[in-house]
């Protein structure tokens, strides 16, 4: 009984001990316009058959632009004949389809801005465009079998390829843009609420529905229209009812993902339906989630309405340029269909259907529209080190030391919020960091960076410099009445935010940054320097004392948009602009590194995100891989989640763990709060710390092919890390793996071990191909239709794979940071395929960290093995730049490209120290560069032709052929 | 020999000196064996024969790593710079060849030739004059360290007289209350069966039901007051260090609500513009809340605090004989006056003297009463006597083992040392004022945090030990490096406070620098005189660099 009753009280406390908080986060049911879209999704699925759509095209109006470049036609609601509104479809060059519809003259505006924030330029119209007006629709057929239909009555678009339906908008009739209107006297609201003497309620009922011609569209009440309450905070709504709903359909589509940020699993489970897996639908609502839950749809920080639907034969995708709070639900009616419902609060309809038809293809249109991943500076995707708080210059000092003694390569230290005095960034704290420039300095003496904290809370005194020029410019975010600031409570105590939205602010909040005095008495940080980069934290806003630790809905921003209307994009705007103020601080620009918490659609430009504020827990570390998976098929490639988990004390097993995942994220940072015990590497006993410190050497000797995956990122809007179903988009069995995944186009496969106690691990290879253990060389088979091998995997232990027909560039001299290692020689591991002929590879190298890239200053060489005679293969490298210049660089076509650039001269003395060579059927009779011998040492084992075979693969090892990386060379191995 | 690719141009060897980056001790390995036509020479460990080219040529071939002492090549290697004119010295493998210039090496000969200048001769220089000032320091140092041990010698010969003092006093007092011991006894015995009986008198029975109900309400009361202390401290520590990234509404509620309750002002800088000004007016209201007032002859809460326990240190026996006096309800006398009655006539005389001379004596003490009429109570008075004779002699038994205990911690490694160098430092209470706090160390006894800005101060630990990490020989100078402070105030939300005293050799007792390197575990650094050796008495080579 005692035993059972202290069960009970474990069990009643553990949740609350070291879980979010659930009740300071909206359900559905507690947002009155996704009650109002449920409801009415509801109401839509109980009268099945006879649901209409209120919502057509009035075919009078349909007019096709001269240059056939856009549709556009008023569209009508049965409910309101009196409202109109206005769509607007066009097609861009890449066969993307732009749909947005608007109400016309009505009595408010409805934010249309959120498109200009996420994309990066306007959209090419296509020229080639043929629109072909009948009687019930509007249509055109372009490209490659992609046609878009637009249904007159009811309003239906819909994308087909080859007559086959992709997408399909409004087709379930779910489609409602509440209309601006004037808030009716409460008269009808009180009678129908208070019956009166002798009617009962059902009575009353009656005579409400009566007098409501709409209520089977839009419910007998208005429900939360003009004010509504969340624990004890009012949003007033001064505006009334705006929502927006849409269904978006893929009837040949049985997979979904995107729409991140949710700690959930890639591939989106069911919300709605038949047994939904969650009762609640996806939220996308940037917040301060603290101490999130491991499976959960509940929002997070960030934001990216951007949505895959995949199948076997092909894969689209659909951006929904929205940016107030949006829930989405989903449901498969049959395992080979989707049904998705997005719920928004305010905001125009603005729609992308990108047609694929591959996933590839997916991402260079959704890339076209948002831009891809800024390429990082090198540096930057080496190993970060962070905690709040380093306390003290010393304290800085001293880490930097330990690292230096364990010989464990770290590129970055980090600074959190408490160097700033009082919690007012830009300014130290004096008694601990007396001397941050020599601090800094002190960093830089061994090529490494620092990285600080500047929040968006502006702490509300006149002796705060940055606050009081905000002040003075008038950019901070009004409260409702548009006038008076507004005062929300953070870090710095009372506090007001810079309201980005205002153009105002933007020259202003660049200037901070120059690490120069400006000479006009303005603040500037003149206790930093260039070698200090930024983080950008508590940006969704979070908000102590605000509704769901943010900001109040009612709030004004330039132009008079409510809070409302640019929640989701507020905490892009603040990355945006540091990511420039840090670029532009520097003459030539240098590459910035910012790291965000919130974003959105586009934030990838402007630096890396993290997954906010994690668990140190084994789901936490499990449920980071596919977050991070999650956000880097949204376009935001350069992600990671805090190493160790940001709560908690892990344990050894766990943290070791935790850097195989971190050493294989984009952004790899160890981050720990302010309560934890210290966890730096260094600290850690043996057989740990040496496990630990070969781990951080791993991925410094794989910073190369990192860097390489980044550039294609950069240019193809691919992402770095691939899910299965990017990278083999025809295997089914992979369609919803999410633990497992390949690093860029290098044929890297990685699972890492998120389990306690673990020895061994199963991982899928996906197609009849041989692929080798990184460490063991052990050569691993599967089938065609992919299956499941085990690999070893205890602590020690890491299973990693590499494709067979891969070659890697490595780096394999530890040094202290990235940068020191840019003289070092490379190493190539050669991993044949079944043929046991061919692999390819591809390495990309530049300064790292200026923009000279962009006026081709690298070196891009694709290494090629292949069969040169029966008995010999030739392995060889040649340039990539002057083959395809204008697919080298992001941003900008170059027409020529100089392999003896300066960059390139200034690394001619790198050289491939070492080949590997996987998987050689035999002996070598000769391995000869140029004509001439070179040295040697072959091991037997198996060859990569023998198709049944595994076990260790043989290898064979060549000695420094002293040939430059910058140079085009040959090497041929006699059989 | 030429290439026939036109771009292949080889890079150029990098390749140096098979001994350059050798240890000394090492040089006598790197030689070619020359039986075979090309020289050749075997990895350390054995396990590979490699061409003696190969050696230093950037390539690493050993498994063991030992082909590339000069080159970086193999990971997890030394490289020895011999820095001619200073100290040689190794470093890793992983500096050589990393374009940055080691400190280590100031021959520059851990980079490709031209890379860094050779600056032995200034840093052997400055080496020279930094160990001639360490030498220096711990010269004056240890100057002041031993006049610490001449004062552990006079504390020794101190301590040694308190002892002899403390032993005689104690024999003094050891008779003294054996002498007050038989009186008591005695009057005791003859009290004893007339007291027994009043004993049964329902009011002294009363009497004594009430004294421990009184007592076991203190005892409660007590125990409340202490829980009640601890709560207020716990919520004083949650108010002045509550963590607002916990972001947490009940918190706030709980610091408010207590700041209510106490009558303390809000402490977060937060005005908000009703609740702050509503909650002001609140905690004035509690705070001008009039007293509660109490009934006549009701006890105050200063008097409970005071006078409590010397009411419960009435003596109720003597009390009740006192009362027996005062109603006159006892008639008979004394049994020790009334004994002749039962006393055979012929020892008669005999005992009346005796008596008379007994109880005269028995008043000279103040003992027993003679016929006066202030007289009280005897048995009260002797047996106070004779308590504090008990009082004093345990006084005096507690002092000589004080001393004692002194004596042996005085020369004991694990606490003032060998020589004693640390006893002259016991209590010796050192501060650092961080702006916030005062951080204070009272050596061997305690470390606190002071808010310089009012509020309470929380004890950061006690002493427990030097530094007995695992390795560390008790009593060298390591041992004496570091001193540990446990089991202070608990944090909210983490544990215990506890403090790491990191000391070195300075002229001045002084702590330098705190930090809270992790939550509520602190590391103090300082200096004493205590740990500076004379200069001829460490091993040079334990000088750092």
Known sequence: ?975 | MLPLLLLLIPIPALAVDQTFGVPPHLLSKYIPSSSANTPTWSCLDGSKQISWSAVNDDYCDCPDGSDEPGTGACPNTQFYCQNKGHIGSLIPSSRVRDGLCEPQCCDGSDELPGVCPNVCEEVGKVYREQQEAQRKLRKTGSKIRSTYIAFAQKEKARIEAEILASTKEIAEREKEVARLRDIVERAESLSAAELEKKKESPLYQSLVEHSFALKSLQREHKKHLEREKALGDILDSLRTGYNPNYQDMAVLEAVRGWEQLAGLPHINDVKKDEEGSSEEDESSDAESEPEEELEPGMWSAGQLDYQLDSLLNTDYESLLLEHEKHIGASTSQSPLFDISAYLPESVLPQYEQFRDSFVSWLETFGIAKGNSPTGGSENSRTKQAYHDAEHSLSLAIQEREKAEQSLSRLFEPTWFGTQGEWKKLEGTCLEKDTGEYTYEVCLFDEARQKPNRGGSTFSLGRFTSWNDAPGVEVGSPEYYSKQYYKRGAKCWNGPERSVVLVLSCGLENAIHTVQELEKCEYQFTGTTPALCLPPDSTDPKRDEL
């Not at chain 1, 999704?41 to 009268?47: K, L, Q, Y």
């Not at chain 1, 409510?562 to 103020?581: C, P, Y």
């Not at chain 1, 691990?761 to 085990?790: C, L, M, W």
């Open chain 1, 1 to 975: 009984m005692r035993a059972f009753s202290s069960f009970i009280l474990l069990a009643s406390i553990v949740p609350t001990v070291l879980s979010v908080k659930t009740q300071d986060f909206k359900t559905c049911s507690q947002a009155g316009f996704c009650r109002r879209g449920r409801a009415l999704a509801t109401r839509a699925s109980e009268s099945a058959t006879s649901w209409k759509s209120p919502y057509s095209i009035d075919p009078n109006t349909v007019f096709i632009a001269p240059n056939q470049a856009s549709f556009t036609a008023s569209v009508k609601s049965s409910l309101y004949p009196a409202i109109s509104f206005g769509l607007d479809v066009r097609v861009h060059d890449d066969g993307v389809v732009r749909v947005r519809m608007d109400e016309v003259n009505g009595l408010g505006k409805r934010y249309d801005e959120a498109a200009s924030w996420a994309l990066i330029a306007e959209p090419k119209i296509s020229s080639s465009i043929q629109w072909k007006v009948g009687k019930k629709d509007v249509r055109a057929i372009y490209g490659k079998g992609v046609e878009v239909v637009i249904e007159f009555e009811p309003l239906k678009v819909t994308l087909l390829k080859n007559g086959q339906e992709e997408i399909v908008l409004n087709g379930r009739g779910l489609l409602h843009m509440e209309h601006f209107r004037k808030k009716e006297e409460p008269k009808l609201a009180v009678e129908a609420e208070v019956p009166e003497e002798g009617l009962n309620a059902d009575d009353a009922q009656k005579v409400v529905k009566l007098e409501n011609p709409r209520a089977w569209f839009e419910g007998e009440s208005e429900d939360a229209y003009w004010e509504e309450s969340f624990s004890s905070w009012t949003d007033t709504k001064p505006k009334g009812p705006q929502s927006l709903f849409i269904d978006v359909t893929f009837p040949n589509h049985g997979h979904v993902y995107g729409i991140p940020q949710h700690a959930s699993t890639l591939d989106l489970r069911t919300t709605t339906g038949e047994d939904p897996y969650y009762s609640d639908p996806y939220r996308l609502y940037n917040a301060d989630t603290f101490e999130y839950l491991a499976d959960s749809t509940m929002s997070l920080y960030g934001s990216i309405p951007l949505m895959h639907a995949h199948s076997t034969d092909s894969t689209v995708g659909v951006f929904n340029a929205i940016g107030s709070e949006t829930w989405v639900d989903i449901s498969h009616p049959t395992p080979k269909s989707t049904e998705t419902y997005w719920i928004s609060e305010s905001g125009i309809l603005d729609i992308f259907l990108m047609p694929g038809p591959t996933p590839k293809d997916v991402f260079a249109q959704y890339s076209s529209l948002t831009g891809t991943q800024a390429l990082p500076a090198d540096w930057a995707i080496g190993y970060h080190q962070c905690r709040w708080n380093y306390i003290s210059s010393e304290d800085i000092r001293t880490v930097q030391k330990k690292f230096d003694e364990a010989d464990m390569p770290v590129d970055v230290f980090w600074l959190d919020i408490e160097y700033a005095e009082d919690h007012k960034y830009f300014i130290w704290d004096k008694k601990n960091f007396p001397d941050p420039v020599d601090m800094i300095n002190d960093v830089q003496d061994t090529s490494r960076k620092m990285v600080i904290i500047i929040d968006p809370h502006l702490k509300r005194v006149s002796s705060y410099p940055v606050y009081q020029e905000a002040v003075e410019r008038n950019v901070l975010v009004k409260q409702k009445d548009g006038t008076s600031e507004y005062e929300g409570w953070c870090w710095s105590g009372s506090s007001a935010w810079v309201d980005f939205f205002n153009p105002a602010s933007w020259d202003w909040w660049k200037t901070l940054f120059k690490t120069h005095s400006l000479g006009d008495g303005k603040f500037s940080w003149v206790e930093s320097t260039e070698n200090v980069y930024i983080w950008n934290d508590m940006n969704e806003p979070a908000i102590f004392n605000g509704p769901e630790i943010s900001m109040p809905r009612d709030n004004i921003h330039y132009g008079g948009w409510e809070h409302r209307d640019v929640h989701n994009i507020n905490g892009m705007l603040f990355s945006n602009l540091t990511s420039q103020a840090v670029m532009e601080r520097s003459t030539p620009y240098k590459r910035p590194f910012v790291l965000t918490r919130s974003f959105y659609a586009g934030s990838q430009r402007f630096g890396a995100m993290w997954t906010g504020d994690n668990l140190g827990t084994w789901e936490h570390m499990a449920v980071g891989i596919k977050m991070v998976l999650a956000n880097s098929i949204a376009g935001f490639a350069f992600s990671g989640s805090d190493v160790g988990g940001f709560f908690g004390n892990p344990e050894p097993e766990m943290l070791v763990r935790w850097y195989h995942v971190g050493a294989f994220s984009p952004f790899f940072r160890a981050h720990a709060h302010i309560d934890t015990k210290r966890r730096e590497p260094f600290l850690l006993d043996e057989p740990y710390k040496s496990i630990v410190k070969d781990i951080l050497r791993l991925r410094y000797s794989m910073l190369p092919i990192w860097y390489t995956a980044f550039r294609e990122s950069s240019v193809t809007g691919l992402p770095v890390v691939r899910p299965h179903y990017v990278v083999f988009p025809k295997d089914e069995g992979g369609f919803s793996i999410d633990d497992q995944f390949f690093v860029g186009g290098s044929g890297i496969l990685v699972k890492p071990v998120t389990e306690k106690g673990v020895t061994e691990a199963s991982v899928y290879i996906p197609e009849d191909e041989v692929y080798y253990d990184y460490f063991s060389q052990h050569a691993y088979r599967s089938a065609a239709k992919g299956k499941n091998i085990t690999v070893p995997a205890a602590l020690h232990q890491l299973p990693l794979l590499i494709r067979g027909g891969s070659i890697l560039p490595t780096r394999e001299r530890p040094r202290r940071s990235s940068t020191l290692m840019k003289q070092d020689p490379f190493t190539l591991r050669v991993a044949l395929d079944k043929t046991g002929f061919n692999a390819r590879g591809e390495l990309y190298l530049d300064d790292g960290t200026t923009y000279s890239h962009q006026e081709g200053q690298f070196v891009w060489k694709e290494f090629k093995s292949e069969k040169q005679s029966k008995n010999v293969i030739k392995i060889s490298s040649h340039d990539l730049g002057s083959e395809k210049p204008t697919e080298a660089v992001d941003g900008v076509a170059l027409t020529t490209y100089d392999g003896g650039n300066a960059f390139a001269k200034s690394i001619s003395s790198v050289r491939v120290e070492k080949l590997v060579v996987l998987g050689v059927a035999s002996k070598p009779k000769g391995v000869k560069l140029g004509g001439k011998e070179l040295e040697w040492e072959y091991t037997p084992g198996v060859g990569a032709q023998e198709s049944k075979k595994e076990g260790i693969a043989s290898v064979l090892v060549i000695k420094d052929p002293k040939v430059a990386i910058t140079t085009d060379w040959e090497i041929s191995i006699q059989l």
